[in-house]
Nanobody, 112 residues
Framework: QVQLVESGGGLVQAGGSLRLSCVASGRTFSTDAMNWFRQAPGQEREWLAAIGWTGGSTYYADSVQGRFTISRDNAKNTVYLQIDNLKPEDTAVYYC?????WGQGTQVTVSS
């Protein structure tokens, strides 16, 4: 059973940065792409970014292109999401995803 555990969220001021992490366990190797999503209160879950298993291919939603950077370290079974120039509208619970598996999420709150 694959488990995904996110961390790195918190309360930050607008303009700041955060790096979210997602550690995968329960498997020894994966060639799956991994994704980051977020969900703000009262809104649908929004896809943000994806990364291929080698890390050589990355994809971003238009809404976050240029501020969000996805990366992965397969030796650590970890995928990251660097968020720069945070805005209040980035406030949400951020989730990582691999296939049918989801983490529990990490809260990001951005104050103006």
């Amino acid at each position: 059973q694959v488990q995904l555990v996110e961390s790195g969220g918190g309360l930050v001021q607008a303009g700041g940065s955060l790096r979210l992490s997602c550690v995968a366990s329960g498997r020894t190797f994966s060639t799956d792409a991994m994704n980051w999503f977020r969900q703000a209160p009262g809104q649908e879950r929004e896809w943000l970014a994806a990364i291929g298993w080698t890390g050589g291919s990355t994809y971003y939603a238009d809404s976050v292109q240029g501020r969000f950077t996805i990366s992965r370290d397969n030796a650590k079974n970890t995928v990251y999401l660097q968020i720069d120039n945070l805005k209040p509208e980035d406030t949400a619970v951020y989730y990582c995803n691999e296939g049918a598996y989801w983490g529990q999420g990490t809260q990001v709150t951005v104050s103006s």
